[in-house]
Each structure stands twice: as structure tokens, then as C-alpha cells.
């Protein structure tokens, strides 16, 4: 079946650096988009970032401009979240999400997400 997997969740100190993984399998067809969400605590869910699968190209939101960047490795399957400078308001369960079919750029809606990955970024 589908699966989108994130890793690399954890607890950092403001001004700290993580990385995020999501490793995608059981897609029946290829890959077009992949994109990172966020959802903090009893908030609503916001975008982060997105990548197209072919080209590599890739659109931020406002809030991690500069600070966060996207990535994937075509021959693993598998996209990238490196996030510098972090701080206390990044602080969220991260969720990757795919399309396999063409959409807008940046795509508005995912067919498929991950379980999501806890990021706890202390003061």
C-alpha cells in the first residue's frame, strides 16, 4: 500500500538545526509533487514547503523563507526538510504529503500523507 514515512523529529534549542526525512513507497504511479506541512499545537495546519520531483523546483512559505530548505533524492524516493534558525513558533508536528498527478504550482491539495514527526524547538 502507500506509504509516506517521516523521520527525523525531535527536541532542539532555539537557533538549533534538524532534519526531516519522508520516504515514499507503494505509489501507483510517479511521483509529480511532494510538499512539507505543519500543524502547531492547537492551531491550524500551514504550508512549509514544495518541491517538484522531476525539476526540483521549489516554493517556500512566508514564514521559513530563508530559513528552511526542501530537497529530494529521485533514485531513494525520498524528499528532505533541512531547517536552520529554528525557533520556539516552529514548533509542530511536520507532515510530508504527494501528488501523483499534475495540479497548480504550488499544489493547494495532496493525495497522499505521512503520519507526521514531532519538532519541539525549546527557548
Known amino acids: 500500500q502507500v506509504q509516506l514515512v517521516e523521520s527525523g523529529g525531535g527536541l532542539v534549542q532555539a537557533g538549533g538545526s534538524l532534519r526531516l526525512s519522508c520516504a515514499a513507497s507503494?505509489?501507483?504511479?510517479?511521483?509529480?509533487?511532494m510538499g512539507w506541512f505543519r500543524q502547531p499545537p492547537g492551531k491550524e495546519r500551514e504550508f512549509v514547503a514544495a518541491?517538484?520531483?522531476?525539476?526540483?523546483?521549489?516554493y517556500y512559505g512566508d514564514s521559513v523563507k530563508g530559513r528552511f530548505t526542501i530537497s529530494r533524492d529521485k533514485a531513494k524516493n525520498t524528499m528532505y526538510l533541512q531547517m536552520n534558525s529554528l525557533k520556539p513558533e516552529d514548533t509542530a508536528v511536520y507532515y510530508c504529503?504527494?501528488?501523483?498527478?499534475?495540479?497548480?504550482?504550488?499544489?493547494?491539495?495532496?493525495?497522499?500523507w505521512g503520519q507526521g514527526t514531532q519538532v519541539t524547538v525549546s527557548s
Open positions: 507503494g505509489l501507483p504511479f510517479t511521483i509529480r509533487t
Open positions: 518541491i517538484t520531483w522531476s525539476a526540483s523546483i521549489t
Open positions: 504529503a504527494a501528488n501523483t498527478r499534475h495540479s497548480t504550482w504550488p499544489p493547494r491539495t495532496y493525495e497522499y
